[in-house]
């Protein structure tokens, strides 16, 4: 039916009510009709505008009100301004007035436009309003509704150092179970469990009882969504199971399940708790959650365009949409990374056979890119690497060494002796396993990881320059990498056990292992310079490079790290495929009533320098380095 006819239609099929409850006309000029009708409509009051239908039958003034809010749909809570747009135009019986209607559309755009009232004051002693959905939009018709319609904008894409994406569109499988399918309840978790560790998923199923008793019997209740390559390693035994159902689909997602997960976070439909904390946001919009996903969702989620149009059911239920006006989406940016996806693979295969929780942080020595943020087991789910504040043992012997060959306290061939013990104002120190190297070189305390004779070494170096050699390093500094990052904490050291503690990466010093990456990066460079991972957008502060560190301290201590490798507690990475490797073993006690301690190796190799640490992982040849053998040859291939 033409909209003229429905018009027509309408007129003809408006109410004509009989008895009281109809509202006053105007004796005056329509202007006063119209200034009431105005006042009235934005009040939600019209008991003092008198309507008649354009048949000229009676319209009762809540009637009115009510199909106004109809006729707005979509729009009826929205902010609305209504104003007279010129003055009214009277020829006999009849009138026109121009209004304007300025709607405040969600996300706060305008949409402005022109209407008319049309007035009558035949068979009646005043103007009155002759009541058309027409006045609330030109294109209204009796059954039409306005609705607002969310022109979703395109998520900007995560990017490596090469600016090609690292989150895409990927397929996947969502697998959940329909209720009233469900012939054994035990015994299809079981079989979920099953299939599912196959893949190296360990399913959580508390509370899964639960959701089935509670859902309706035809409800798809979601489990879990896997990428396609995992689904079709267990479809087969899957689909067997008596109530399981699956949707096909795509998501953005990283090269693999693991792939610098903790960093990058993930992009998901928004939940309860989203819509709750945004009312920007709609059901089905897709949000950040974690990492850079989360930190950055306004700059890649963009914004998201509206839609207004006449909603029009049909006799078959179906909606039919009319535009009317259209705002388009702005789509997200991308943020642009330093992570190299060669490394990054590297990195987390590394910690896949490892079951504790782990991390491993790769910078490239010539400016500082962060190539690789991995954390374990499965990709983690706190980002331990660039966050994480723990003790990092032996490991920072080497900032202690720096301390004392660039203030000239000892060279590395200068006799330090290692007991197995040293007591520091009645405090009982020891080296791992009780060892004691007697009267050796430096060199030789620090490739073995002598305990004691870098307690010696820290009292004679003093908590000032202890300080001095860890800020020339960078740690403890401010940085600005665009994400969250911790450069460690040096210890106090103001009394002599404190200070002999923190000679050997014990006390109150607790670092992450992008702070101890990024010492192994300063000594291969030289220099301190603060690691780079988000380049775009820039980060708005980011650290000043240090002064070039003492070159001959530098050479020296190079040359103790590739001891460490040769012939001291790293030599499980002698053999290594590549350039020589440079490094520092350590084994962190951080609970004094627990003998397990985390294990660590930084170092580098070529232009590539990095931290492994393994928590609860006993000492550092016992799982890191064994970690970063893994990593370096996956590396060298």
Not at 411 to 436: L, R
């Amino acid at each position: 039916m033409h909209r003229y006819g429905r018009r027509a239609v309408a007129a003809l099929a408006t109410l004509t009510l009989a008895g009281g409850g109809l509202a006053a006309c105007s004796k005056d000029g329509p202007d006063g009709t119209v200034k009431a009708f105005l006042s009235g409509w934005k009040s939600g009051d019209l008991h003092t505008v008198g309507f008649v239908s354009a048949s000229g039958g009676k319209v009762a003034d809540a009637d009115v009100v009510k199909q106004i809010k109809e006729l707005s749909g979509g729009l009826a809570k929205q902010p609305l301004t209504v104003s007279a747009a010129g003055d009214p135009k009277a020829k006999g019986d009849n009138a026109t007035s121009p209004i304007k209607l300025d709607w405040t559309l969600p996300g706060g755009t305008h949409w402005t436009y022109a209407s008319t009232v049309r007035l009558s004051k035949r068979d009646s002693d005043g103007w009155q309003v002759i009541w058309e959905p027409a006045i609330v939009h030109p294109q209204l018709a009796v059954g039409d509704a306005l609705a607002v319609r969310r022109v979703a904008a395109q998520r900007g894409i995560v990017q490596d150092s090469k600016g090609d994406a690292i989150v895409t569109p990927r397929d996947v499988v969502t697998i959940g179970v329909e209720p009233q399918k469900i012939k054994n309840l035990a015994q299809l978790q079981k079989g979920l469990d099953t299939a599912f560790k196959k893949i190296g998923v360990d399913m959580d199923f508390s509370g899964f009882k639960d959701r089935v008793d509670n859902s309706k019997p035809d409800a798809f209740v979601e489990l879990i969504t896997l990428r396609r390559p995992d689904w079709d390693k267990i479809s087969d035994s899957v689909q067997t199971l008596e109530g399981v159902v699956w949707n096909e689909g795509k998501k953005p997602l990283a090269p693999t399940r693991v792939f610098a997960r903790a960093l990058l976070g993930t992009a998901d439909e928004a939940t309860a708790e989203d819509l709750q904390k945004n009312k920007e946001l709609a059901q089905g919009d897709v949000v950040g959650h974690g990492g850079l996903q989360q930190k950055y969702d306004d700059t890649l989620r963009g914004t998201t365009g509206i839609s207004v149009v006449i909603a029009q059911q049909a006799p078959d239920g179906t909606v039919k949409d009319t535009p009317l006006f259209t705002t388009k989406p702005v789509n997200g940016k991308a943020v642009k990374t330093s992570l190299d996806v060669t490394t990054q693979n590297a990195a987390d295969a590394a910690l896949t056979a490892v079951k504790q929780p782990s991390s491993l942080v790769a910078i490239r020595v010539s400016d500082g890119a962060v190539l690789a943020v991995a954390n374990g087991p499965d990709g983690g789910t706190v980002d331990t690497a660039l966050t994480g504040q723990v003790p990092p043992g032996s490991t920072f012997k080497t900032i202690t060494a720096y301390g004392v060959l660039s203030n000239k306290i000892a060279q590395p061939s200068s006799t330090v002796a290692c007991p197995k013990n040293a007591n520091i104002d009645g405090h009982q120190f020891k080296n791992s396993g009780g060892e004691a190297f007697g009267n050796v070189q430096m060199h030789v305390d620090y490739a073995k990881s002598c305990n004691t004779a870098f307690i010696a070494l820290g009292g004679k170096l003093g908590a000032d320059k202890f300080h001095q050699a860890a800020s020339a390093l960078g740690l403890g500094s401010k940085w600005d990498m665009g994400v969250s990052a911790f450069s460690g904490q040096v210890s106090p050291a103001d009394s002599p056990t404190e200070l002999a503690a923190a000679s050997f990466g014990q006390g109150k010093t607790v670092v992450s292992p992008i702070a101890m990456a990024s010492v192994a990066a300063s000594i291969a460079r030289g220099q301190f310079k603060q690691p780079q991972l988000v380049l775009d957008p820039k980060p708005a502060s980011p650290a000043a490079d240090g002064a070039p560190l003492d070159a001959t301290a530098v050479s020296q201590l190079r040359q103790m790290m590739r001891e460490v490798v040769t012939g001291g507690t790293g030599t499980a990475l002698k053999s290594v495929p590549g350039k020589p490797v440079y490094g520092k073993t350590g084994t962190a006690e951080f609970d004094a009533n627990s003998k397990d301690t985390h294990s660590w190796f930084i170092g580098y190799q070529g232009d590539i320098a990095f931290a492994c640490m393994i928590q609860k992982g006993g000492a550092g040849a016992d799982a890191a380095v064994p970690a970063v053998d893994r990593f370096l040859t996956a590396l060298n291939k």
